[in-house]
């Protein structure tokens, strides 16, 4: 009999780090901590890894660092290059030539501006130096 190594207990807890996480950026009220979510995900990757880890030192009595990196990116490079691969073919096709101002430009910038003022900035996203780490 052969042991699934799916785990759906932990395929849940990742669906709700990533609705979290969308519903937060999505401004939904009453998802004001979407910071929770990529705790979640985070904590979940590193269970993941650490049972790799494990395996591996029961399986050589050691760790190669440089094998076990490069496993996980033959798993994880081929859909990340092949996201930005999409993305730059949907922003060639959607947003007009010569930086012209669309919907979809301030949209991308609001996105882009909303994660670096939340870090650094108030819930108004202004920087004050009382705020300063």
Same mark, same amino acid.
Not at 17 to 26: D, E, G, M
Not at 99 to 121: K, N, T, V, Y
Not at 123 to 129: A, I, M, T
């Given at each position: 009999?052969?042991?699934?190594?799916?785990?759906?207990?932990?395929?849940?807890? *990742?669906?709700?780090?990533?609705?979290?996480?969308?519903?937060?950026?999505?401004? =939904?009220?009453?998802?004001?901590?979407?910071?929770?979510?990529?705790?979640?995900?985070?904590?979940?990757?590193?269970?993941?890894?650490?049972? =790799?880890?494990?395996?591996?030192?029961?399986?050589?009595?050691?760790?190669?660092?440089?094998?076990?990196?490069?496993? *996980?990116?033959? *798993?994880?490079?081929?859909?990340?290059?092949?996201?930005?691969?999409?993305?730059?073919?949907?922003?060639?096709?959607?947003?007009?030539?010569?930086? !012209? #101002?669309?919907?979809?430009? #301030? *949209?991308?910038?609001?996105?882009?501006?909303?994660? =670096?003022?939340?870090?650094? !900035?108030?819930?108004?996203?202004?920087?004050?130096?009382?705020?300063?780490?």
């Amino acid at each position: 009999m052969k042991i699934s190594a799916f785990r759906a207990d932990i395929e849940g807890l *990742r669906a709700i780090s990533i609705t979290a996480v969308v519903f937060y950026h999505a401004r =939904l009220s009453g998802f004001s901590g979407g910071f929770v979510g990529v705790d979640i995900f985070f904590v979940i990757s590193g269970f993941l890894i650490t049972g =790799l880890l494990l395996k591996e030192i029961e399986r050589n009595q050691s760790i190669n660092l440089l094998a076990f990196w490069a496993r *996980r990116a033959r *798993r994880l490079l081929p859909n990340a290059l092949l996201t930005l691969t999409a993305t730059l073919i949907v922003v060639a096709l959607l947003l007009p030539e010569g930086g !012209g #101002h669309s919907a979809i430009d #301030h *949209r991308a910038a609001e996105f882009g501006s909303d994660f =670096l003022m939340d870090r650094i !900035g108030g819930k108004d996203g202004r920087y004050d130096d009382e705020q300063a780490p």
